[in-house]
């Protein structure tokens, strides 16, 4: 289960985040020739281990999902306040909706990362990791 909306519908319904990034909230880098203005967020999901237990329905009745949160801004402490916002909106949060039942989401750390090509000021780079319990 891809929790993607779950994470665009809560971050792209935050006042806070809405005015650090306004709708600059996107799954995976797309890489191509579109320019993206500063900052953004991005979101990855790395890895998704089904339970292996039979639900009702014949198919696994609970995820875990590893995502990563990527935030790009070209000011550092910019970047860490996005971060903070971010981390209040998902942190320990829960929902339902169109992508299932979101039982839990838990952060597990960040780091940081920093291009000096980007122009001119160079680009500042978060990647937050959490972890979704996600039910059928």
């Known amino acids: 289960m891809n929790p993607g909306k779950y994470i665009y519908n809560k971050l792209s319904n935050d006042g806070a985040i809405t005015s650090f990034v306004g709708t600059r909230i996107r799954p995976q880098l797309n890489r191509s020739a579109e320019t993206i203005d500063l900052p953004y967020i991005v979101y990855t999901v790395d890895s998704n281990q089904p339970s292996n237990e039979k639900g009702i329905d014949g198919v696994s009745n609970l995820d875990v999902v590893d995502v990563t949160i990527t935030i790009f801004h070209n000011n550092y402490n910019n970047l860490i306040d996005g971060g903070i916002q971010v981390r209040r ?9 169109d992508y299932a039942n979101v039982q839990h989401v838990s952060f597990q750390g960040e780091g940081y990362e920093y291009d000096e090509d980007y122009k001119p000021r160079g680009l500042y780079i978060l990647n937050q990791s959490y972890q979704f319990r996600i039910t059928r």
């Open 89 to 97: 909106v998902l942190d320990y949060s829960t929902g339902t909706g």
